[in-house]
T-cell receptor
Framework: DAGVIQSPRHEVTEMGQEVTLRCKPI?????LFWYRQTMMRGLELLIY????????DSGMPEDRFSAKMPNASFSTLKIQPSEPRDSAVYFC?????????????FGSGTQLSVL | QKEVEQNSGPLSVPEGAIASLNCTYS??????FFWYRQYSGKSPELIMS????GDKEDGRFTAQLNKASQYVSLLIRDSQPSDSATYLC???????????FGSGTRLQVQP
């Protein structure tokens, strides 16, 4: 398997623009997570899905952020409108269900810069 | 109080020495504990997991867990320059699949 695939790898945009980040989890994994990493705040959970259903979105900063998982092989994280404070590395991760099976497989991340 | 606390470092050790990385957590119901390693510019990868009090060894890595003290540590024996990375601690809780990560400890192994 190719692992978790994220696109784009880098995104530079201007404040106010819409940004869409994409993720393809590992085939067969039924959990999908979106994390954000900054120097100041570390690695923060934004939202996670189980079988395409959002389970916990309490980490989503505000209404400008939204995430969808229309099927088992694709998820998007959208920021509209974007702000400079959204600049961060956004990671998608997936895992299998099952007791003691919590290993997260991370994608390579999307480096977002909002100017 | 933060859910997961780690010393940000950098922790600098000479090559061949033992590196000791520490983590405390606040959620008493945490049942599983994970150490992830993250090289600069890369994504985190799981290197150790531990579920019971005591020590768990895997090669040069030993994870130590003390649930009563809400403390977990990672020892790296015979440290190598290739071990230079940030180490993230993450307690897990039954019923909540998502992990809360500590801010990480940056380890530097000096040749």
């Amino acid at each position: 398997d190719a692992g978790v695939i994220q696109s784009p790898r880098h995104e530079v945009t201007e404040m106010g623009q819409e940004v869409t980040l994409r993720c393809k989890p590992i085939s067969g994994h039924d959990y999908l997570f979106w994390y954000r990493q900054t120097m100041m705040r570390g690695l923060e959970l934004l939202i996670y899905f189980n079988n395409n259903v959002p389970i916990d979105d309490s980490g989503m900063p505000e209404d400008r952020f939204s995430a969808k998982m229309p099927n088992a092989s694709f998820s998007t994280l959208k920021i509209q409108p974007s702000e400079p404070r959204d600049s961060a590395v956004y990671f998608c991760a997936s895992s299998l269900s099952g007791a003691l099976n919590e290993k997260l497989f991370f994608g390579s991340g999307t480096q977002l810069s909002v100017l | 109080q933060k859910e997961v606390e780690q010393n940000s470092g950098p922790l600098s050790v000479p090559e061949g020495a033992i590196a000791s990385l520490n983590c405390t957590y606040s959620d008493r119901v945490s049942q599983s504990f994970f150490w992830y390693r993250q090289y600069s510019g890369k994504s985190p990868e799981l290197i150790m997991s531990i579920y019971s009090n005591g020590d768990k060894e895997d090669g040069r890595f030993t994870a130590q867990l003390n649930k009563a003290s809400q403390y977990v540590s990672l020892l790296i024996r015979d440290s190598q320059p290739s071990d230079s990375a940030t180490y993230l601690c993450a307690p897990g809780t039954s019923g909540r699949r998502a992990l809360t990560f500590g801010s990480g400890t940056r380890l530097q192994v000096q040749p």
